[in-house]
């Protein structure tokens, strides 16, 4: 069981907003940053968003991030086909450990 | 280029050992915080261990004890030396560099490796 907790599944159609949400508590997305890691099949995991709502050169800015309070989501616009991956949130909890949610599925329909 | 290469995976016992490497080029290994990450298969990840660039180490609860983690800087590697496997550690192991490099901070892990895969298995 994930400390930080994501829904299983999501899903769009081509163009579509998606939002994928990642609940966690004060000790971790309440007082840290929240990260965004996207894996597609077979591959390892890609940094999407930092510090919350930061975007690594070369993620497209149909990839947002934000948080409030003890929750954090990521959005994303404009939604194609080679987006349908894996999607992990994370952060730093302050037990000294870095914590990853579940994952979400996202499939484009 | 920047970019971590993993070796070492494989099928053991439980209560067996290995260690895993990881092989960076286009930066300095020593210099940075570098972590290694675990995904059981079909499941989610799982952080493991980090060593910081001034050499302090970490360990998730689930591996402390049994698992170390070290760097050697002549070869500009990551190890991760684990003993005592069981079943649970099954899993494709990653390394990675964390940008932020602070603790209390983080994971900004970028980049990763292609990921090897150890087996617990009788």
């Known amino acids: 069981q994930s400390v930080l907790t994501q829904p299983p599944s999501a899903s769009g159609t081509p163009g579509q907003r998606v939002t994928i949400s990642c609940s966690g508590s004060s000790s971790n997305i309440g007082s840290n940053y929240v990260y965004w890691y996207q894996q597609l099949p077979g591959t390892a995991p890609k940094l999407l968003i930092y510090?919350?709502?930061q975007r690594p050169s070369g993620v497209p800015d149909r990839f947002s991030g934000s948080k409030s309070g003890t929750s954090a989501s990521l959005a994303i616009s404009g939604l194609r086909s080679e987006d349908e991956a894996d999607y992990y949130c994370?952060?730093?909890?302050?037990?000294?450990?870095?914590?990853f949610g579940g994952g979400t599925k996202l499939t484009v329909l | 280029e920047v970019q971590l290469v993993e070796s070492g995976g494989g099928l053991v016992q439980p209560g067996g050992s290995l260690r895993l490497s990881c092989a960076a080029s286009?930066?300095?290994?020593?210099?940075?915080?570098m972590s290694w990450v675990r995904q059981a298969p079909g499941k989610g990840l799982e952080w493991v261990s980090v060593i910081y660039s001034g050499g302090s180490t970490y360990y998730a609860d689930s591996v402390k004890g049994r698992f170390t983690i070290s760097r050697d800087n002549s070869k500009n590697t990551l190890y991760l030396q684990m003993n005592s496997l069981r079943a649970e550690d099954t899993a494709v192991y990653y390394c990675a560099r964390d940008n932020e490099a602070a603790a209390g901070i983080g994971p900004w892990f970028d980049p990763w490796g292609q990921g090897t895969l150890v087996t617990v298995s009788s």
């Open positions: 286009g930066f300095t290994v020593s210099s940075n915080y």
């Open positions: 994370a952060a730093w909890d302050d037990s000294l450990d870095w914590v």
């Open positions: 510090r919350n709502n």
